[in-house]
């Protein structure tokens, strides 16, 4: 089993009320908007961490995690994206690569709107985080942290912090 603490969207900020929920777990991921450097460093300095950069993030980011995170852990196939859409909504390239390849769990994030919803279309889990950051129209700011398992998501928890 291995937990994970799942954020996106901190747009060069990481609150530090977030630190003890990271600590629990054994690995970050985040869904992209990083925002700067400073902040991986902060991440990678709590756990390991995997990421991929969003459309805020600059070239030295962009350099450094890749447009998607494609991997298998625990038996569970995942896929990271920062713009992927939703269910119902996906983004055009997204949408044909569910078709020919779907995974178990496809995390998002973007939007800085926290949704969780199983796709019965691709039989897959949709997570997006939400915002963890402060910057942008979010009211909370939000991390969720989840177990993997053996093949099984679990364990699923919204942490919510009132904006600063």
């Known amino acids: 089993m291995i937990r994970i603490a799942l954020l996106s969207d901190t747009h060069g900020y990481l609150d530090e009320r977030f630190i003890r929920h990271i600590n629990e777990c054994d690995?970050?991921?985040?869904?992209?908007?990083i925002g700067t450097e400073e902040v991986a460093f902060q991440l990678?300095?709590?756990?390991?961490?995997?990421?991929?950069?969003?459309?805020?993030?600059g070239r030295?980011?962009?350099?450094?995690?890749?447009?998607?995170?494609?991997?298998?852990?625990e038996n569970v196939d995942v896929w990271i994206r920062h713009i992927g859409g939703y269910p119902g909504h996906y983004e055009k390239n997204v949408h044909d690569i569910l078709l020919k390849n779907s995974p178990k769990l496809f995390i998002c994030g973007h939007s800085h709107i926290l949704k969780v919803q199983f796709d019965k279309r691709f039989k897959l889990l949709y997570v997006n985080p939400g915002a963890?950051?402060?910057?942008?129209?979010?009211?909370?700011?939000?991390?969720?942290?989840?177990?993997?398992?053996?093949?099984?998501?679990?364990?699923?928890?919204v942490v919510e912090l009132s904006l600063k």
């Open 27 to 33: 690995e970050i991921w985040h869904a992209g908007d």
């Open 44 to 57: 990678l300095a709590l756990k390991p961490m995997r990421a991929v950069h969003g459309n805020v993030d």
């Open 60 to 73: 030295i980011l962009r350099a450094q995690y890749p447009l998607d995170q494609r991997f298998v852990m």
């Open 132 to 157: 963890a950051g402060k910057y942008g129209f979010q009211k909370v700011q939000t991390l969720i942290k989840f177990a993997l398992d053996d093949g099984q998501i679990r364990d699923m928890e």
